[in-house]
Nanobody
């Protein structure tokens, strides 16, 4: 499996911001799309944002206008900037590569609570 390591989660209050980082190893990140997913407690996993190798992006309606996905190919990294966080954003966030057989990483916990 190709390692993908997520980081940057934490506990914040509603309205605050976080930036998540996904670092890829064993792949040239610029060649692949990468998708951020999340899974809340007792909920199904859902995709939240995707970025293609050419930089095209797409977002789930629930995060559109608040989250921004970006990439730094020199660092083999993909970022998810999350603004105006809500309690409903509480979840474990995962990144997943667009190559065949891409595996799930450990994820990073985001908790939004007052």
């Amino acid at each position: 499996q190709v390692p993908l390591v997520e980081s940057g989660g934490g506990l914040v209050q509603p309205g605050e911001s976080l930036r998540l980082t996904c670092v890829l190893s064993g792949r040239i990140a610029s060649l692949y799309s990468v998708t951020w997913y999340r899974q809340g407690q007792g909920k199904e996993r859902e995709w939240v944002a995707r970025i293609g190798p050419g930089g095209l992006t797409d977002y789930a309606d629930s995060v559109k206008g608040r989250f921004t996905i970006s990439r730094d190919d020199a660092k083999n990294s993909i970022y998810l900037k999350m603004n105006s966080l809500k309690p409903d954003d509480t979840a474990v966030y995962y990144c997943k590569g667009g190559w065949p057989g891409s595996a799930w990483g450990q994820g990073t916990q985001v908790s939004v609570s007052s």
